[in-house]
C-alpha cells in the first residue's frame, strides 16, 4: 500500500465501498475532524479495511452511525465528495426518525440524549468562538505592549469584534436550542432577547430593577426548553388556519411570563452556585481539584459527556468575565501530545507512526479526536499516560489560579485568550502537561502493534 494519503475523491469511494456502497447510507454530515455516516445496515460495515485506508485516523461506531475521524480541513473535503456520488446533502437527516430510533435503542437514556442536545447546540457556535477569540488574543497582546493602542480607532474595531460573539451569545443559544427541543428557531432567539433586554431594568419586582441578562446561558437553556414545550402544547389545538397567529402569541405571552418569574431567578440561582462552587473548588483545592479534573477529562471526551460542561464555560464567562476551569480541562489535551509522542519513540510500527505525525498538528492545536481514537485509547495503557500528563498540568494550573477569557480553542492556542499575566503560568502547565504525559507512557509503556 502506498504512504501517501488518498485523495479526497479515492479516499471518499473507497469508503463508500466498505459501508456497503451508497444504498446503504441513509445520511451523510460531517463536524470538525470526523465524516459522520448513518447506515441501514451497520453489518455491512468493512470496520477493519476502513480502518487501513491512507487517511483515515481512526474509527468510531455508534449506534447506526459510523465515525470516520479523518482531522480537519480533510474532512470537508471527503464529505463533499461523499455528497456528490450519494447524492445526499450534507446533513440531510429526518431528525424525527432518527430521535425516534435513540429512544428504543438500549443504550439511549435521557441522559445522553440531553446531552446530544447540548453539543448540537453549541458545536455550531466553535467558528464563532475561535474567531472572535483569536481577534481578542491579538488585541490583548498589542494592548499589553502598547497600551494606548485600546483608545485608537482600530484598537476599538478589535474590541468589538473580540467580543462580538459574546454579545450575542443567548440569542445564538437560543435560536440553537429552539430547533433541538423542537420550537420554532426564531421562537427561541426571541425568549433569549426577552430575557436579556436591556429594557428589564426599567421593571420593577418587590421593589428592585429587574437584572438584563440573569442567570446568562444557564437561563437561556431553561426559558427556551419550556418555550419550545409550550408552543408544541398549543399547536396541537389550534387551528390551522389561526397557528401563524395564535400559535406564536400565546407562546411568547405565556413563557414570557413564566420565564421572568420563575425560570430566569432559577437560572440565576444554578448559574450563581456553579460560579461559586467552581470558585471554592479551585481556591480550596487547588493543586488536588486542578488534578482530578484535568486526569479525567479525556475520558469525558472519549464518552462525548464533555458537552454538559460547555454550558458552563459559557456562564463562567458570562458571569466572572473568567474562565478557571478551561486551562485546567485543556491540560488533558497536551497529556495526549506527550502520550503520543512517547509512542511515536518506541513503536517500530511505520503506519502508527505516520498516524500520529498525521494527529500532532491538530493535537497541539487542541483538537486531540485523532490522536485518542487513533493512538492513546486503541493501545490501552497510552490513554492512561495522557490521563497522567492532563492531571499534573491541570494541577498546576489549577495551583496558579490560571484563567482564560474566552473560549473556542484549546491546546497552545489557548494561550492567546489566557488572562495577562498569566501566559507564562499556562505555558509551563503545557509544558507540564507534555513532558509528564510523555514519561508516563514510555514507562508504563504498551504491547506494540504488527505491521
Known sequence: MSNQNLSPRQLAQDILLNVGGKENIKSVAYCMTRLRIETND????????????????GFVKQDNQIQVILGPGRVIKVAKEVSEITGLELGEVDEAAVKKEEIKRKNSTPFKNLLKKISNIFIPLIPAFIACGLVMGINNIIVKFNPEFAKTTIGGIFGVIGGAVFSGINLFVGVNAAKEFGGSPMLGGTMAAIISSASLANVTMNGKPLVPGRGGIIAVLLVVAFSSWVERKIRKYIPEVLDLFITPLLTVLISGIVAIFALQPLGALISDSIGAAVKVAIKDGGAITGF????????????????????????????????????????????????????????????????????????????????????????????????????????????????????????????????????????????????????????????????
Request: charged letters at 10%.
Open 42 to 57: 451497520l453489518s455491512k460495515v468493512d470496520e477493519k479495511t476502513i480502518r487501513a485506508l491512507n487517511g483515515v485516523l
Open 292 to 451: 482530578i479534573l484535568g486526569g479525567t477529562f479525556l475520558p469525558l471526551v472519549m464518552t462525548g459527556l464533555h458537552q454538559g460542561l460547555t454550558p458552563i464555560h459559557e456562564d463562567l464567562l458570562k458571569t466572572t468575565g473568567e474562565n478557571l476551569l478551561l486551562p485546567i480541562l485543556a491540560m488533558a489535551g497536551a497529556g495526549q501530545v506527550g502520550a503520543a509522542l512517547a509512542v511515536y519513540v518506541k513503536t517500530k510500527n511505520a503506519r502508527l507512526k505516520k498516524t500520529i505525525l498525521s494527529g500532532l498538528p491538530v493535537g497541539i492545536l487542541g483538537v486531540g479526536e485523532p490522536l485518542i481514537y487513533g493512538v492513546t485509547l486503541p493501545l490501552g495503557k497510552p490513554f492512561l499516560g495522557a490521563c497522567i500528563g492532563g492531571a499534573f498540568g491541570g494541577a498546576f494550573n489549577a495551583f496558579m489560579k490560571v484563567a482564560s477569557l474566552s473560549m473556542g480553542l484549546s491546546g497552545l492556542p489557548l494561550a492567546a485568550l489566557i488572562k495577562p499575566g498569566s501566559v507564562g503560568y499556562y505555558l509551563m502547565g503545557v509544558l507540564i502537561a507534555y513532558i509528564t504525559g510523555f514519561a508516563a507512557t514510555y514507562i508504563i509503556g504498551f504491547e506494540d502493534l504488527e505491521e
